[in-house]
């Protein structure tokens, strides 16, 4: 069980640098990349999974913040729904810069809520 939550760590961080780095990336493009998009979707999975083990592994290494998890799960669903509508302006053509900062930036701070609370 440790194992696969070690794994879903990994997946976990991996989104994230799809977030903010496809973020990073693609800045002098305007327009949020399928990247982005799926790393925002993963990150809610991933994050629901961390959530749902470390309820059941319940040890010392594994305490789950119930107010950190519900300030992060609100800013993953302000990610995702930013990149989701970049995306689709993007495929009509559309400016998607804003929705990709927003994407970007509020990823950033899910990183810094994950790390420093
Ligand atoms: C854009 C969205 C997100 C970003 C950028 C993000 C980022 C991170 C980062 C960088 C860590 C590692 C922190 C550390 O080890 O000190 C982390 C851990 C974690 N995140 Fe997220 N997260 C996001 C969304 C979520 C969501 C939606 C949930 C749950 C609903 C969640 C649950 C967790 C949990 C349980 C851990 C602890 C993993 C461990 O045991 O170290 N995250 N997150």
Redesign the pocket.
Same mark, same amino acid.
Request: glycine share 8%; proline share 0%; net charge positive.
């Given at each position: 069980m440790d194992f696969a939550y070690k794994i879903l760590?990994a997946l976990?961080?991996l989104g994230?640098a799809a977030?903010v780095g496809g973020w990073i990336a693609v800045r002098a493009g305007h327009v949020v990349t399928p990247v982005v998009v799926w790393g925002?979707r993963a990150? =809610?999975v991933t994050? *629901?999974l961390?959530?749902g083990l470390?309820e059941a592994i319940k040890d010392d290494a594994?305490e789950?913040n119930n107010a950190k =998890?519900a300030v992060? *799960?609100v800013?993953?669903l302000v990610?995702a729904g930013a990149a989701e509508i970049g995306a689709a302006r993007g495929r009509r053509g559309e400016d998607g810069s804003t929705q990709l900062d927003v994407a970007g930036g509020a990823?950033l701070v899910?990183?810094l809520v994950?790390?420093l609370w």
């Open positions: 760590v976990h961080l994230m977030v925002a990150q =809610i994050g *629901l961390l959530v470390a594994h789950v =998890i992060k *799960l800013i993953a990610v990823g899910n990183v994950a790390t």
